[in-house]
Every structure is written in structure tokens, then in C-alpha cells.
């Protein structure tokens, strides 16, 4: 079994940053591709970044260029930077663990393991 706790959520305005939080533990999880996904108020949950133990990241052409995923393999803890914040970006935000399939192709991603998620509102 492997745990998520995810952090760092919040308000933020447009143009804005945050940074969350993924802490990872149990068996075997920091072993495991990892990512995040978002489900925006009244749409289902999408995946936005992955990133391996080797560093090789995906990411949704949405965030591209704004989101950067990064892992503190020591810490076993995944980050998410987020820039220049747009009110779309609005969506509770979870981290996952050990990737079942296409995995280098962060909107079509599936995950066993998930976080309870973190609430972001980015007002314009």
C-alpha cells in the first residue's frame, strides 16, 4: 500500500504561483512513476503531468510551459511549481503513484494509488 498526502493548495490570482506538495510513503513508493491530475468543478479528473525515477517528465498541453513536475527521490516527495495561474487552472488537485499504463502521455495516464487531493482557485 502506498499513501499520498498532498499540500500546498489554495488562492491565488491570475498571473499568480504555488507550489504543492506530494508526500509519498509505504512500500515500494519511491520506486514508482509518479503524477498529477486535476478534476475542474463538474468535469472529470485529468492528468497533467508524470514524471519518472529517471526525471523524464510529460505534460498536458494545457500546462505546458506553466507547470514544472519534480521529485525529491531522498524525501520521496512530488512537487508541482504552477505559474502564471489562470482562472481555467480552478480544480482540486491530487497526486498518484505506479503508473498502469501510458505513462509518458500525462492526459491519457492511469494510476492504482491516489491522494486525497488539494483545492485551487485561481481568481481573474
Known amino acids: 500500500q502506498v499513501q499520498l498526502v498532498e499540500s500546498g493548495g489554495g488562492s491565488v490570482q491570475a498571473g499568480g504561483s504555488l507550489r504543492l506538495s506530494c508526500s509519498a510513503s509505504g512500500d515500494g513508493s519511491n520506486r514508482y512513476i509518479m503524477g498529477w491530475f486535476r478534476r475542474a468543478p463538474g468535469k472529470e479528473r485529468v492528468g497533467i503531468a508524470t514524471i519518472d525515477n529517471d526525471g523524464v517528465t510529460s505534460y498536458a498541453d494545457s500546462v505546458r510551459g506553466r507547470f514544472t513536475i519534480s521529485k525529491d527521490k531522498a524525501k520521496n516527495i512530488l512537487y508541482l511549481q504552477m505559474n502564471s495561474l489562470k482562472p481555467e487552472d480552478t480544480a482540486k488537485y491530487h497526486c498518484?503513484?505506479?503508473?498502469?499504463?501510458?505513462?509518458?502521455?500525462?492526459?491519457?495516464?492511469?494510476?492504482?494509488?491516489w491522494g486525497q487531493g488539494t483545492q485551487v482557485n485561481v481568481s481573474s
Open positions: 498518484a503513484a505506479r503508473c498502469l499504463s501510458s505513462c509518458y502521455v500525462a492526459t491519457r495516464s492511469t494510476f492504482e494509488y
